[in-house]
């Protein structure tokens, strides 16, 4: 089966400038997650969707993020205006359904290979 | 609250020696751990996950982790490494029950020497 897609790869912009970036999850992964990860950092979850609807967004920054998932399949992680301390690699992970119901976590994420940010 | 802590930042062995990866964890619930590898420009993959089930966990690759309740700890091991094992390794915890909230530690960074 595909993986979890993320482009682009790659993205360098200077300060102030917005940038967006885009993932498409696993086919029929209803939750979707948006990780941050800081060089030397583990990922920090900034948003996690069910379906399109938001589940945690309180890590979002949302004075310059933002995210939306409106057909509950692919979304879109935006950054405008774009800060130095924003360079970072977003990752985006998706899981399956089962993985919420059942009674035990299973914690399995399916991660895309990341998009890389660089600010300048 | 919960958090999780690798002892080592980076940790360098002998190609065919063993691994040991650090990881003490802090949950006022009774946890569920993880371990995540992340090789170069690749997305994170799951090594094992721990959900109060046996305390000898064995993942995929040969690796292992023992979970220590009395030592809070998670270490992960591996009896003879490969250069393939060259990575970012990442213990997680998450409060049991809850599929979100996955606290990942900074991550250590395996080096194997041939």
């Known amino acids: 089966e595909a993986g979890v897609a993320q482009s682009p790869r790659y993205k360098i912009i200077e300060k102030r400038q917005s940038v967006a970036f885009w993932c498409n999850p696993i086919s029929g992964h209803a939750t979707l997650y948006w990780y941050q990860q800081i060089l030397g950092q583990g990922p920090k979850l900034l948003i996690q969707?069910?379906?399109?609807?938001?589940?945690?967004d309180s890590q979002l920054p949302k004075d310059r993020f933002s995210a939306e998932r409106l057909k509950g399949v692919d979304s879109t992680l935006k950054i405008q205006p774009a800060k130095l301390e924003d360079s970072a690699v977003y990752l985006c992970a998706s899981s399956s359904p089962r993985s919420l119901r059942d009674r035990e976590n299973t914690g399995e994420l399916f991660f895309g290979e990341g998009s890389r940010l660089t600010v300048l | 609250a919960q958090s999780v802590t690798q002892l080592d930042s980076h940790v360098s062995v002998s190609e065919g020696t063993p691994v040991l990866l650090r990881c003490n964890y802090s949950s006022s619930y009774s946890p569920s751990l993880f371990w995540y590898v992340q090789h170069p420009n690749k997305g994170l993959q799951l090594l094992l996950k721990?959900?109060?089930?046996?305390?000898l966990v064995k993942g995929i690759n040969g690796f292992e982790a023992e979970f220590k309740k009395s030592e809070t700890s998670f270490h992960l091991t591996k009896p003879s490494a490969h250069m393939s094992d060259a990575a970012e390794y990442f213990c997680?915890?998450?409060?049991?029950?809850?599929?979100?909230?996955?606290?990942f530690g900074s991550g250590t960074q395996l080096t194997v020497l041939p």
């Open positions: 969707f069910q379906n399109n609807g938001v589940v945690d």
């Open positions: 997680v915890v998450s409060p049991s029950g809850s599929a979100r909230q996955l606290t």
């Open positions: 721990y959900t109060s089930a046996a305390t």
